[in-house]
């Protein structure tokens, strides 16, 4: 029988990648996965979703700088607005999952829950590989805390089509992954035995305490040095120097190890980057940028208790220099 097809193309610098979505006679939307090349030349082009408001960044890897377009059919018939509005939206996960953002993706689906709800079957099978990570940063790796977990995890049912709980919907996407036994263990215990049992890792997950570190003081001194202003202007001399800063924030170098010594948390996992007062100066050196947020750390250290340094990259960076609190991004990789 017929169906619509439509496609939503990613284009970066590292090439480019098509995604197929498809539309049954009888209305059923659904993905295909991506395919190799597509005739686009006679469809109709329209502008996908990035992330925030990109302007919201300060720093992005060229990897997460991408145009994100959708392709409807040129005779398009009956397209409802909450299957355009999931055409629209979905680039920026499919775009998280493939750069291993996982934190991005939970992000992306607590934004858009009320869109996303309604077409979970799709959206879980696109989330599943990168959802157990995207969970754990959900929930152990920012400042929201566990918030509902613990009561979703203790009651661990299947959920419905138009859930947007993002937790819910993360778990769900997860279970596979994390095989979830409530009654033996503890949602830490869970993950703990998740890191032990399974490697390599990409994280992604936000920092805490940053503004009262040092690396965070020299930020404002960055922007002021290129003269350049998020928001403000775009003469030519403010985008030469905002390319600057990516470039600066690009070759910066960081490290992430675990401090037993500490004698606040023996779990603690600290975080440097390279110093910019440095950077100033010619002079390679790190300051403390911040930490894994407590219960991340703890799941951490006590699954690869004798691991104690992480392979590290300042991923992205949101907000303004003025306010940094939990939007430093770092990729762990273990």
């Known amino acids: 029988m017929a169906q619509d097809i439509f496609y939503v193309k990613l284009e970066s610098l590292n090439g480019d990648v098509i995604h197929q979505f498809t539309r049954s006679s ?10 190799d090349a597509a005739d686009l030349s006679q469809m109709q082009c329209v502008e996908g979703s990035r992330y925030f ?26 397209l409802d607005a909450n299957q355009y509005s999931f ?20 992000e992306l689906v607590n934004r858009r829950s009320s869109v996303f709800g309604s077409f979970l079957p799709i959206l879980l099978h696109i989330i599943k590989p990168v959802a157990a990570e995207a969970l754990f940063a959900w929930v152990y790796g920012s400042f929201r805390g566990e918030g509902k977990f613990p009561e979703i995890y203790k009651k661990n049912v299947e959920i419905s089509i138009g859930e ?39 994280l992604t997950i936000g920092l805490v305490g940053a503004s009262s570190h040092p690396w965070v003081e020299s930020l404002s001194k960055l922007h002021s040095t290129t003269d350049f202003s998020f928001g403000m202007n775009f003469t030519e001399k403010s985008l030469l120097a905002g390319q600057k800063i990516q470039e600066i924030y690009a070759s910066l170098k960081s490290k992430a190890q675990a401090e037993p010594y500490n004698p606040h948390d023996s779990n603690a996992i600290s975080v440097s980057i390279d110093s910019l007062e440095s950077f100033y100066r010619g002079i390679p ?40 609190e939990n939007s430093i991004i770092m990729r762990l990789e273990f």
């Open 87 to 106: 055409l629209l939206h979905i680039g920026a996960i499919l775009l998280a999952v493939q750069e291993r953002d996982p934190l991005l993706v939970a």
């Open 164 to 202: 947007t709980d993002t937790t819910a919907i993360l778990f769900a996407a997860a279970r596979d992954a994390l095989t979830p036994n409530p009654e033996t263990e503890s949602a830490k215990e869970m993950f703990i035995r998740y890191f032990k049992q399974n490697k390599p890792f990409n």
């Open 285 to 324: 050196g790190k300051s403390k940028a911040g930490y894994i947020r407590a219960t991340g750390a703890e799941i951490l250290r006590k699954a690869r208790p004798n691991l104690f340094s992480y392979k590290t990259t300042l991923w992205r960076m949101g907000a303004t220099p003025s306010y940094f």
């Open 26 to 35: 009888t209305g059923i939307l659904d993905y295909t996965g991506t395919v």
């Open 53 to 78: 408001t990109p302007s919201w960044y300060t720093y992005l890897p060229t990897e997460m700088i991408t145009e994100i377009t959708v392709y409807l059919p040129g005779d398009i018939q009956k």
